[in-house]
């Protein structure tokens, strides 16, 4: 019973290129979180995402962030042209349909910013 | 908005020591709460949870207690142990149709031999 899967774990860019973080949600889980953990720091939360919709984008940053949830594949977050505040660990949760069952997260992605 | 208020550490124990990490919230409507566990390197993992007020979460020893009317959540342990260091997170939810979590800082423990 797999649980929720990141890719990659370690993740390092220069400034000014795009990182691509991937989430894999538990089988038969439909809604899928994302959250930043920077150094030191509690989790935010950024997006929540449903297949092909995009729930609540609260905390995602204005630019360069997106984030996606395909009818078919894992979640996507982009990050185009990083700085080195993003350096970051990225933690994806999902959680089945019933609102009352608690949210499964993956191991992060540690993205570094050189 | 929703918050989360946590003790902060980090708090040092020796083994068998008693546990507790302080947790209140500030919320609309009825949230439930949850203390989740990282340990070096991983990701977050589901400790216990309460839905409604006066509910008890329980798992591994650890316990917590829905206080509806101190807003509180308090994490306890009677007895710590060298595997319970680790960084615990107090999180809740909005059943209110949205589901994203609001977490504490954290509070990192370190259980000495």
């Known amino acids: 019973n797999a649980g929720v899967m990141q890719n990659p774990r370690h993740l390092v860019r220069r400034r000014g290129q795009e990182a691509r973080l991937r989430c894999s949600p538990m089988?038969?889980?439909?809604?899928v979180y994302w959250y930043r953990q920077l150094p030191e720091e509690g989790l935010k939360f950024m997006v929540y995402l449903q297949k092909e919709n995009i729930i609540d984008e609260s905390g995602m940053p204005k630019e360069r962030f997106s984030a996606e949830f395909p009818k078919e594949g894992p979640s996507i977050l982009r990050i185009q042209q990083v700085v080195r505040g993003d350096s970051a660990a990225y933690f994806c949760?999902?959680?089945?349909?019933?609102?009352?069952?608690?949210?499964?997260f993956g191991d992060g992605t540690r993205l570094s910013i050189l | 908005g929703d918050s989360v208020t946590q003790m902060e550490g980090p708090v040092t124990l020796s083994e068998e020591a008693f546990l507790t990490i302080n947790c209140t919230y500030t919320a609309t409507g009825y949230p439930s709460l949850f203390w989740y566990v990282q340990y070096p390197g991983e990701g977050l993992q589901l400790l216990l949870k309460?839905?409604?007020?006066?509910d008890k979460g329980s798992n591994k020893g650890f316990e917590a207690t829905y206080r509806k009317e101190t807003t509180s959540f308090h994490l306890e342990k009677g007895s710590v142990q060298v595997s319970d260091s680790a960084v615990y997170f107090c999180a809740l939810s909005d059943l209110w149709g949205n589901e994203k979590l609001t977490f504490g800082t954290g509070t990192r423990l370190t259980i000495i031999p």
């Open positions: 309460a839905t409604k007020a006066d």
């Open positions: 949760a999902s959680s089945p349909r019933d609102s009352y069952q608690p949210q499964h």
């Open positions: 089988k038969g889980h439909s809604h």
